[in-house]
């Protein structure tokens, strides 16, 4: 498994000083506003990346609402890569809605090839309408579409969400939080999905039911046998350590959680 990436989606209650009582839309609209300015962009965004390096990742899956395909200009792509180079920040992957159209999608490919990303790791209505546009637009931009689950009960809902694997370019990025949300073990999943496992958004949630999530290690998902099933099918790509909550700055709990999973990874 390679080195751990921060989600950058953590933040998504940053802006509201961590009282989103409007749940996730809420933080994802002001987060797109506060960044979406060419003017402040620089400023705003390179903020943030010192907030990621300051707790020691040196990788991060970059949240749309960060550098979204709706309002990013060639100004925008061009500030972000050179924050990113001048903070040592390698981008994972892009995270969130890839749009509802071809060209909506495509347009998030544009944003993961100017970020040097390999992977769309969140969902998209197109793979079901026109998943033949989705296959052409990962090949000319050489990426592949990892499917996190969210509402989905079971890793075979997912299998038969994704249809075939389309040589590799159409898989599933696990969000264990939200298995264990929807009451099924993590680890499981993990065996269960195998090589369609493209990529691991690594979470823990305080009980079944819903989804309030916390530090690795802290709540009901079986991080160490996640790790272990992750082994056993040979995973290699990236762990992303994703940890968003509505009420507080996750901080201190995403340094805690990333100490933690370097103690279980004996790195």
């Known amino acids: 498994m390679g080195p751990v ?15 989103m009582d409007g749940g996730w839309g809420q933080g994802d609209r002001t987060t797109n506003a506060f960044f979406a300015p060419i003017e402040t962009f620089p400023e705003r965004f390179g903020g943030m990346l010192d907030a990621v390096r300051a707790m020691g990742f040196r990788a991060i899956d970059l949240w749309l609402a960060h550098l ?14 050179d924050l990113l180079d001048r ?76 249809g075939d694997a389309a040589g590799g370019r159409v898989g599933t990025a696990v969000d264990t939080g939200w298995y264990a949300t929807q009451s099924y073990d993590a680890a499981d999943a993990i065996t269960v999905l195998g090589d369609r496992v493209l990529h691991v958004h690594l979470k823990d949630v305080r009980a079944a039911g819903a989804h ?5 290690g802290d709540g009901i998902v079986p991080v160490e046998r996640c790790l272990a099933a992750l082994r056993q099918i040979g995973y290699a790509g990236r762990i992303s350590i ?6 507080r700055d996750p901080t201190a709990e995403c340094v805690e959680s990333l100490t933690r999973l370097h103690g279980w990874l004996g790195v």
């Open 87 to 162: 903070h040592g920040l390698r981008v994972v992957s892009l995270a969130g809605g890839f749009g509802a159209t071809p060209e909506e999608f495509a347009a998030a490919a544009r944003i993961a090839e100017a970020m040097g990303a390999g992977i769309l790791g969140g969902s998209t209505p197109l793979l079901a309408t026109d998943r033949a546009a989705v296959i052409e637009t990962l090949d000319a931009f050489d990426l592949r579409l990892a499917v996190e689950n969210h509402l989905e009960k079971t890793p075979d809902e997912m299998l038969a969400k994704l």
């Open 5 to 19: 990436s921060f989600m950058s989606a953590n933040f998504v209650a940053r802006q509201l000083g961590y009282r």
């Open 212 to 216: 309030h999530t916390v530090a690795l």
């Open 68 to 81: 979204h395909w709706s309002w990013a200009t060639e100004a925008h792509l061009v500030a972000a890569r």
């Open 242 to 247: 994703e940890h968003g909550p509505d009420d």
